[in-house]
Nanobody, 123 residues
Framework: VQLVESGGGLVQAGGSLKLSCDAS????????MGWFRRAPGKEQEFVAA????????LYADSVKGRFTISRDNAKHTVYLQMNSLKPEDTAVYYC?????????????????WGQGTQVTVSS
Protein backbone atom coordinates (compact mmCIF):
# COMPACT_ATOMS: atom_id res chain seq x y z
CA VAL A 1 0.00 0.00 0.00
CA GLN A 2 1.38 3.39 -0.97
CA LEU A 3 0.27 6.41 1.00
CA VAL A 4 0.78 9.97 -0.22
CA GLU A 5 0.09 12.94 2.02
CA SER A 6 -0.71 16.44 0.82
CA GLY A 7 -2.09 19.70 2.14
CA GLY A 8 0.70 20.79 4.43
CA GLY A 9 2.05 24.31 4.46
CA LEU A 10 2.64 27.47 6.45
CA VAL A 11 -0.22 28.98 8.42
CA GLN A 12 -0.57 31.54 11.17
CA ALA A 13 -1.63 30.56 14.65
CA GLY A 14 -5.39 30.23 14.83
CA GLY A 15 -5.63 29.22 11.20
CA SER A 16 -6.69 25.97 9.57
CA LEU A 17 -5.28 23.37 7.24
CA LYS A 18 -6.72 20.18 5.80
CA LEU A 19 -4.38 17.28 5.15
CA SER A 20 -5.19 14.48 2.74
CA CYS A 21 -3.74 11.02 2.42
CA ASP A 22 -4.34 9.06 -0.77
CA ALA A 23 -3.97 5.28 -0.71
CA SER A 24 -3.06 3.18 -3.70
CA UNK A 25 -5.22 0.16 -3.00
CA UNK A 26 -8.91 -0.60 -2.78
CA UNK A 27 -8.23 -2.65 0.37
CA UNK A 28 -7.68 0.71 2.02
CA UNK A 29 -11.37 0.62 2.83
CA UNK A 30 -10.88 -2.05 5.50
CA UNK A 31 -7.82 -0.57 7.17
CA UNK A 32 -7.68 1.55 10.26
CA MET A 33 -6.02 4.82 9.23
CA GLY A 34 -4.03 7.10 11.46
CA TRP A 35 -2.17 10.36 11.52
CA PHE A 36 1.05 10.84 13.45
CA ARG A 37 3.46 13.74 13.68
CA ARG A 38 7.07 14.40 14.51
CA ALA A 39 8.20 17.83 15.66
CA PRO A 40 11.86 18.88 15.45
CA GLY A 41 13.85 17.29 18.24
CA LYS A 42 10.86 15.31 19.53
CA GLU A 43 9.62 11.76 19.28
CA GLN A 44 6.85 10.71 16.97
CA GLU A 45 3.42 11.43 18.40
CA PHE A 46 0.00 9.95 17.70
CA VAL A 47 -2.54 12.49 16.46
CA ALA A 48 -5.73 10.71 15.37
CA ALA A 49 -7.10 7.48 13.97
CA UNK A 50 -10.29 6.36 12.25
CA UNK A 51 -11.71 2.86 11.95
CA UNK A 52 -12.48 1.40 8.55
CA UNK A 53 -16.18 2.20 8.90
CA UNK A 54 -15.41 5.84 9.58
CA UNK A 55 -17.71 5.75 12.58
CA UNK A 56 -15.12 5.30 15.32
CA UNK A 57 -12.33 7.76 15.91
CA LEU A 58 -9.52 8.28 18.39
CA TYR A 59 -7.68 11.52 19.18
CA ALA A 60 -4.69 12.62 21.17
CA ASP A 61 -5.67 14.90 24.04
CA SER A 62 -3.53 17.66 22.57
CA VAL A 63 -5.69 17.91 19.43
CA LYS A 64 -9.10 16.87 20.71
CA GLY A 65 -11.72 19.46 19.82
CA ARG A 66 -9.47 21.10 17.23
CA PHE A 67 -8.68 18.33 14.74
CA THR A 68 -11.11 16.05 12.92
CA ILE A 69 -10.18 12.85 11.12
CA SER A 70 -12.43 11.46 8.41
CA ARG A 71 -12.26 9.15 5.44
CA ASP A 72 -13.82 8.60 2.05
CA ASN A 73 -13.42 4.93 1.20
CA ALA A 74 -14.72 5.44 -2.34
CA LYS A 75 -11.84 7.85 -2.97
CA HIS A 76 -9.28 5.84 -0.92
CA THR A 77 -8.55 9.00 1.03
CA VAL A 78 -8.29 9.94 4.68
CA TYR A 79 -8.38 13.55 5.86
CA LEU A 80 -7.23 15.53 8.85
CA GLN A 81 -8.99 18.85 9.30
CA MET A 82 -6.90 21.00 11.62
CA ASN A 83 -8.45 24.10 13.15
CA SER A 84 -7.25 26.59 15.75
CA LEU A 85 -3.68 25.67 14.95
CA LYS A 86 -0.95 26.46 17.46
CA PRO A 87 2.81 26.86 16.99
CA GLU A 88 3.26 23.60 18.91
CA ASP A 89 1.39 21.80 16.12
CA THR A 90 4.38 22.43 13.87
CA ALA A 91 5.65 19.06 12.70
CA VAL A 92 5.90 16.65 9.82
CA TYR A 93 2.57 14.83 9.63
CA TYR A 94 2.48 11.20 8.56
CA CYS A 95 -0.39 9.09 7.37
CA UNK A 96 -0.36 5.41 8.33
CA UNK A 97 -2.41 2.28 7.64
CA UNK A 98 -3.10 -0.54 10.07
CA UNK A 99 -4.17 -3.74 8.30
CA UNK A 100 -5.61 -5.03 11.53
CA UNK A 101 -9.05 -4.06 12.73
CA UNK A 102 -8.15 -2.37 15.99
CA UNK A 103 -8.42 1.38 16.53
CA UNK A 104 -5.09 2.14 18.10
CA UNK A 105 -2.59 4.89 18.87
CA UNK A 106 0.38 2.50 18.92
CA UNK A 107 2.65 3.33 16.00
CA UNK A 108 3.98 -0.24 15.92
CA UNK A 109 0.51 -1.48 14.99
CA UNK A 110 0.61 0.43 11.72
CA UNK A 111 2.02 -1.42 8.73
CA UNK A 112 2.32 1.23 6.04
CA TRP A 113 3.48 4.83 6.20
CA GLY A 114 3.55 7.82 3.93
CA GLN A 115 6.50 10.14 3.42
CA GLY A 116 5.00 12.96 5.43
CA THR A 117 3.92 16.54 4.82
CA GLN A 118 5.29 19.56 6.65
CA VAL A 119 2.96 21.74 8.71
CA THR A 120 4.39 24.97 10.08
CA VAL A 121 2.37 27.24 12.35
CA SER A 122 3.77 30.69 12.92
CA SER A 123 3.03 32.72 16.04
Amino acid sequence: VQLVESGGGLVQAGGSLKLSCDASERTFSIYTMGWFRRAPGKEQEFVAAVAWTGGNTLYADSVKGRFTISRDNAKHTVYLQMNSLKPEDTAVYYCAADTGYSLTYYALEYDYWGQGTQVTVSS
